[in-house]
């Protein structure tokens, strides 16, 4: 039954973006990661992403990232300078602890800006994060 079923909580796991430097095109270059803050690793991480706003999407892109290790991040994507005024989607799909977790993570339109970088945990980095 409903009751019967077990739907874990997804914790000190997010996704944030990040504006760095791209040496091979000199460009600054806005890119997505998921961030395991875990004490363990998660692993068979997929990251299915996709952008919306109004009559407008984009295509749904598939990412397997495998395993992401404790305390770390690995790089999902970057993001275009244009799809930042959409809504940004990232459903994220793992096991950890012998279950499987899932979560939506969304950025809305227009909050992928400078203004609201903050301090990300385990990267040495400042970004826009969604908890």
Known sequence: M?????IPVVENVYVAVVKEWNEDFLAQDWN??????????IEMVLVVTKGYKDDQKTSLLRHGIGTVEAKSSAKIEMIQEELLAMNNEFA???????KLYDKKYVFRKN????NAFQDLPVMEQRGV???
Do not use: H, M, Q, W
């Open 32 to 41: 997505a990661y998921i961030i395991n803050d875990r004490e363990t690793p």
């Open 129 to 131: 994060l969604v908890k």
């Open 111 to 114: 909050t992928i800006n400078e």
């Open 92 to 98: 994220v799909t793992f096991f950890a602890d012998g």
């Open 2 to 6: 409903k009751k019967d079923i077990e």
